[in-house]
């Protein structure tokens, strides 16, 4: 698991620099193509089964922009401005293993609020990792992440949780983002899984477009992203997809 999610890091920080206004999605994700091929990796996303009448996901990287909550794709018509914030989702499959990870990015100049909603819900992120401890309860996890997030007059998204992650991208458990402490299965060395919290600034509720793959806010106010992969070890936390010299933890 460490090299791949070495790799998801490095290619958000790779993606950092070309986040400006005028940029299209699309050319995100085909940088990110290019490059996750370069570095010996597959994109997993690209082809990631849907749902039930869904289209496979046709992309290499989800681009979830303003009210766009996640799974957003890729597209020429999405040029970046100045105000928006755009989450970059990335899961590189290295060596049959899965690194998962995304980051909320400002574009240009952004409103308060937006940079507020964007920093809290990093920080919520966070939260959630010094959360987990061997022994603890899953729903130790979501119970930190929603109190801080709540505190801050901002709602946790029920519908997407953070996942088991490894030869399979989405494996048990299950992580909610919001929770009761004490509840859930018990945390043990040798699970590795993702934190990745979505807040949104108006309520909790999301809808899917006809795409079926886009998920916004009903009230299409924003939501932000974070999200790492870790690994629970007998001598702690291991934030997989967390490099120190990272542009954005
Ligand atoms: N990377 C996303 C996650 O954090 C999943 C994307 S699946 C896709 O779980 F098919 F939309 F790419
Ligand atoms: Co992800
Ligand atoms: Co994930």
């Given at each position: 698991?460490?090299?791949?999610c070495?790799?998801s890091s490095e290619?958000l920080?790779?993606?950092?620099p070309m986040v400006?206004p005028?940029?299209?999605?699309?050319?995100?994700?085909?940088?990110?193509?290019?490059?996750t091929?370069?570095h010996?990796?597959?994109?997993?996303?690209?082809?990631y089964?849907?749902?039930?009448g869904?289209?496979?996901f046709?992309k290499?990287i989800c681009?979830?922009?303003?009210?766009?909550?996640?799974?957003?794709?890729p597209n020429?018509?999405d040029?970046?401005?100045?105000?928006?914030i755009?989450?970059?989702?990335?899961?590189?499959l290295?060596?049959?293993?899965h690194?998962?990870?995304s980051r909320?990015f400002?574009?240009g100049?952004?409103s308060p609020q937006?940079?507020r909603?964007?920093?809290v819900t990093?920080?919520?992120?966070?939260?959630?990792i010094?959360?987990v401890?061997v022994g603890?309860?899953?729903?130790?996890?979501g119970?930190?992440i929603q109190e801080?997030?709540?505190?801050?007059g901002f709602?946790?998204?029920r519908?997407f949780?953070?996942h088991?992650?490894?030869r399979?991208?989405?494996?048990e458990p299950?992580?909610?983002?919001?929770?009761?402490?004490?509840?859930?299965?018990?945390?043990r060395p040798g699970?590795v899984f993702t934190i990745?919290p979505?807040?949104?600034?108006?309520?909790?509720?999301?809808?899917?477009l006809?795409?079926?793959?886009t998920a916004?806010?009903?009230?299409?106010?924003?939501?932000a992203?974070?999200?790492?992969?870790?690994?629970v070890?007998k001598?702690?936390?291991?934030?997989?997809?967390y490099?120190?010299?990272a542009?954005?933890a």
């Open positions: 698991m460490r090299p791949a070495r790799l290619l920080d790779y993606l950092t400006q005028g940029i299209s999605t699309l050319e995100l994700n085909d940088a990110a193509e290019e490059w091929q370069q010996g990796a597959i994109s997993a996303p690209l082809g089964p849907g749902p039930k869904a289209i496979d046709p290499s681009t979830s922009i303003n009210e766009v909550v996640c799974h957003g794709i020429k018509k040029i970046l401005q100045s105000g928006d755009v989450n970059i989702d990335v899961t590189p290295l060596n049959s293993y690194g998962d990870s909320t400002l574009v100049e952004v937006a940079r909603l964007v920093e990093q920080k919520a992120m966070w939260k959630g010094e959360a401890k603890g309860r899953i729903g130790d996890i119970a930190a801080y997030a709540e505190a801050e709602s946790v998204v519908d949780v953070g088991g992650v490894h399979i991208f989405h494996a299950q992580i909610p983002h919001y929770g009761v402490r004490g509840k859930g299965k018990k945390i699970m990745e979505m807040l949104n600034e108006g309520t909790y509720d999301v809808e899917l006809a795409d079926q793959w916004v806010t009903k009230d299409r106010k924003l939501s992203q974070f999200e790492h992969t870790l690994a070890t001598a702690g936390v291991e934030v997989l997809t490099l120190p010299t542009v954005v």
